[in-house]
């Protein structure tokens, strides 16, 4: 009978957890201030103490690094990883900056991103779980003028948006999460689309929304292999950052709109410094309109029979 | 008392997690602490009190995780409630078990926080590297359980219990 007692009152408590935290998703999910200001004070009350313990027990992870990640050679390799990625970035902008200038002459209103504020800031940490691959932790917030959704970027290019902000530190989207869509321009084309992570392709990303695939079989109309892909003047960023360069272009299922390949000019699975564009982000998302409601596939066909439009 | 000492072991937990074990990685893939506070939670306190004490585990790991503030919480309270209520004859507290029993509560809570997440429409969760993860995790939070059980055991049950007898099940 005790028993029986014990056992109905464990369901209970069971089931008024559940309800608590039903409630609590709930109200996350619809985004009540409150439920992500008190979120944001655990974080910043218990910052100085993680701060101060990653000072001490770093030399655990710098022996288990030097152990299983060769520490002297990934030092030395992230720095002329570094040296390459903001070469590339160089050559990436100018092409950009090119034709942003004639574009300019040609009395176009395009914002220059020389222009934006900056913030130089260091990665705390990467991911801290198992599901958040995608997220990294920089030593600035709030206080320092970071906003959500401001624009973070490398010398080579784009590595993705402010998603949570708190006192000191600030959370960053990936550019390498499927998630994060990023209005993007072909600069050879002057096309805009947007575009996103490809899910388990490290380093490529695909813009298939928005473009439309020529009519005819012009070659000239297709984006340059090899051209430069940037930051769109109408999307959620400051125009003309780096994204990436065009690895392929072909035909969607839907055979009207454009698929293009595009290779990451940044690695963000190494990153150590960072720079935050300090612009407020637009409140609407203004290249939502040429978002359809389910994303256009690559008919398998076509990947195999459309080789020419690739080259 | 008892929710100081439990409090002292979250958070020690919650520091480890953000400092070592975002360094400390097998596979990329590293413990779940904050889970394997639950699973032992439910394990030596039983459903009702073991359930609840996970809830706060999982909710003080949602504080960080991308995820919405209550599915970690719902997840850990869920496998703490199963694991504390499995008959108390089944166990003696040989290392060997309270391993055992870390690997498949881990487990249960990465897969049912996975699968949670997706019900609440958080994509990307459930995919084939959730397997791996799931494994590896709780193959990581196997090996540190007997570790673990030590604090657990002095935060719900009192000094006596540090080299003292094995600890019994409420």
């Known amino acids: 009978m005790a028993q029986a007692q014990r056992t109905g009152r464990s369901r209970h408590r069971l089931i008024l957890l559940a309800l608590t935290a039903i409630t609590l998703l709930t109200v996350d999910l619809n985004g009540f201030g409150p439920i992500e200001s008190t979120q944001r004070v655990v974080r910043d009350v218990l910052d100085p103490v993680t701060s101060l313990a990653a000072t001490a027990v770093s030399p655990i992870g710098d022996a288990w690094n030097s152990v299983f990640n060769y520490g002297d050679l990934e030092d030395e390799n992230a720095a002329l990883r570094a040296e390459l990625e903001a070469l590339q970035g160089a050559v990436i902008r100018g092409e950009a900056d090119t034709e942003t200038l004639r574009r300019l002459l040609e009395a176009t209103d395009l914002p220059y991103v020389g222009d934006v504020e900056r913030l130089a800031a260091e990665v705390k940490y990467g991911s801290v779980g198992n ?151 637009p409140s609407e998302f203004p290249l939502g309109a040429i978002l359809p409601a389910t994303p256009a596939g690559v008919d398998p066909e076509l990947e195999t029979g459309d080789e020419g439009a690739d080259e | 008392m008892t929710i100081l000492k439990v409090g002292a072991v979250f958070l020690v937990s919650i520091v480890l997690q953000l400092t070592v074990f975002v360094d400390v990685r097998v596979a990329d893939v590293a413990p779940e602490l ?40 719902m997840a850990f309270a869920t496998v703490a409630f ?31 926080y996975a699968l949670l997440g997706e019900v609440v429409g958080q994509r990307g969760l459930v995919d084939v590297e959730l397997l791996r993860v799931a494994l590896i995790a709780g193959v990581l939070n196997s090996l540190l359980a007997p570790l673990m059980m030590r604090p657990m055991t002095w935060a719900l049950r009192g000094p006596l219990a540090l080299g003292g007898p094995a600890p019994t099940r409420s």
């Open chain 1, 131 to 281: 599901f958040d691959d995608h997220l990294i932790t920089i030593d600035k917030g709030s206080r320092d003028g970071v906003g959500e959704g401001m624009a973070v970027v490398t010398g080579a290019g784009m590595v993705g948006r402010v998603e949570r902000v708190d006192n000191a530190t600030s959370t960053v989207q990936l550019i390498s999460d499927a998630s994060l869509f990023v209005g993007a321009r072909l600069v050879s084309t002057d096309k805009v689309g947007l575009g996103h992570a490809v899910p388990g392709e490290s380093g490529m990303f695909v813009i298939d929304r928005g473009i439309d695939y020529p009519d005819t079989d012009d070659p000239t109309l297709l984006p340059e292999i090899g051209s430069a892909v940037v930051t769109a003047g109408e999307s959620s960023y400051p125009a003309d950052v780096p994204i990436g360069v065009v690895r392929t272009v072909r035909r969607s299922t839907d055979e009207a709109s454009m698929r293009v390949e595009v290779e990451l000019a940044n690695n963000v699975d190494d990153l150590q410094f960072v720079t935050v564009l300090i612009v407020e982000p």
């Open chain 2, 82 to 112: 199963a694991i504390g209520s499995i008959e108390a004859g089944l166990f003696t507290d040989s290392r060997l078990q309270v391993s055992a029993l870390a690997f498949l509560g881990t487990f249960a809570a990465v897969i049912s």
């Open chain 2, 34 to 73: 904050l889970a394997l506070v639950a699973v032992l939670a439910g394990f030596l306190a039983g459903p009702e009190r073991g359930s609840t004490i996970a809830f706060g585990a999982g909710l003080l790991w949602d504080v960080w995780l991308p995820t919405p503030l209550g599915l970690a919480a």
